[in-house]
Nanobody, 124 residues
């Protein structure tokens, strides 16, 4: 089992930045891949980014490439999503997720463990 606890959401103006954190505990974290997803009202959950915990290799959705960066701190067992140049269309509930494999995936169905979600609101 893996427990994920998110923090860092909030309200920001367009062009601003936020950093989300996802603290992982339980199963050996180094054997995981961590993903970030978001869900806006009335829309399906969509892939944002993912990172291979052991190698640090990352993958991003085209909509956030160049603006968002995912990383991890091995000592703290915490993953991060740094979001810059935020736009109103980035408004959503953001979720971190983990899968017990090092391979990266864009599909939410490939993730076994989920955080509680945190609201990100970008005002224009």
């Amino acid at each position: 089992q893996v427990q994920l606890v998110e923090s860092g959401g909030g309200l920001v103006q367009a062009g601003g930045s936020l950093r989300l954190s996802c603290a992982a505990s339980g199963r050996t974290v180094s054997a995981l891949a961590m993903g970030w997803f978001r869900q806006a009202p009335g829309k399906e959950r969509e892939f944002v980014a993912t990172i291979n915990w052991s190698s640090g290799i990352t993958l991003y959705a085209d909509s956030v490439k160049g603006r968002f960066t995912t990383s991890r701190d091995n000592a703290k067992n915490t993953g991060y999503l740094q979001m810059n140049s935020l736009q109103p269309e980035d408004t959503a509930v953001y979720y971190c997720a983990a899968r017990p494999r090092n391979s990266l995936s864009r599909w939410s169905s490939d993730y076994d463990y989920w955080g509680q979600g945190t609201q990100v609101t970008v005002s224009s």
